[in-house]
């Protein structure tokens, strides 16, 4: 199975920092990765797709990048909706499976 | 609006089975391929079965920790994927989501999910 690794776990930011979070793959995905967002009681919602592309209605102030096996998703500039936990996924090989999440906290 | 909404979650007992709903609209089924992801308590997301579209002859893939016990099925005439669960284990007390994969050529991310459906396992 491809592992993926997410840091870090926790991230304490301010509204308007600058904020990365890494997903790490054991092995190449190519660029079958997407992140997306989970707030509290609620259902995962897709921001970046394919590593890089923005989903549709997704402010832009979200981007990915990578390939291979290192990806990044990068909030430009905190705002108080990103809150919330992000999880990175591949679409590569099955299983499919899940980074472990990085909760994003009020610092 | 596309829309996913999962039934059928409950209290079972360890050893038991349920039978999950996921009823679909706004879309036509038989052109989407459907996953099953699930997330217990506190803890992330678990991938656990797919369905392949009609194209692809809704052919079916499963996580080690669920094949030969759950069983992902489909009715495209009744907007409706299922999933049905054998021989539940305590530790799979979780929120259940059925989610739809992308046909936008080239991708392959969960367009779209449902609110989720509460399994709990319990003596």
Request: aromatic share 10%; net charge neutral; glycine share 10%.
């Amino acid at each position: 199975d491809i592992q993926m690794t997410q840091s870090p776990s926790t991230l304490s930011a301010s509204v308007g920092d600058r904020v990365t979070i890494t997903c790490r793959a054991s092995q190449s995905i190519n660029s079958l990765l997407t992140w997306y967002q989970q707030k509290p009681g609620k259902a995962p919602k897709v921001l970046i797709y394919k590593a890089s592309n923005l989903e549709s209605g997704v402010p832009s102030r979200f981007s990915g990048s990578g390939s291979g096996t290192e990806f990044t998703l990068t909030i430009s500039s905190l705002q108080p909706d990103d809150f919330a936990t992000y999880y990175c996924q591949q679409h590569e090989t099955y299983p499919l499976t899940f980074g472990g999440g990085t909760k994003v906290e009020v610092q | 609006e596309v829309q996913l909404v999962e039934s059928g979650g409950g209290l079972v007992q360890p050893g038991g089975s349920l039978r999950l709903s996921c009823a679909t609209s706004g879309f036509v089924l038989s052109d989407y391929y459907i996953d099953w992801v699930r997330q217990a308590p506190g803890m992330g997301l678990e991938w656990l079965a797919r369905t392949r579209n009609k194209a692809n002859g809704y052919s079916t893939e499963y996580a080690a920790s669920v094949k030969g016990r759950f069983t992902i099925s489909r009715d495209d005439s009744r907007s409706s994927v299922y999933l049905q669960m054998n021989s539940l284990k305590t530790e799979e007390t979780a929120i259940y989501y059925c989610s739809r994969r992308s046909e936008i050529s080239g991708t392959y991310h969960f367009d779209h999910w449902g609110q989720g459906t509460v399994v709990t396992v319990s003596s």
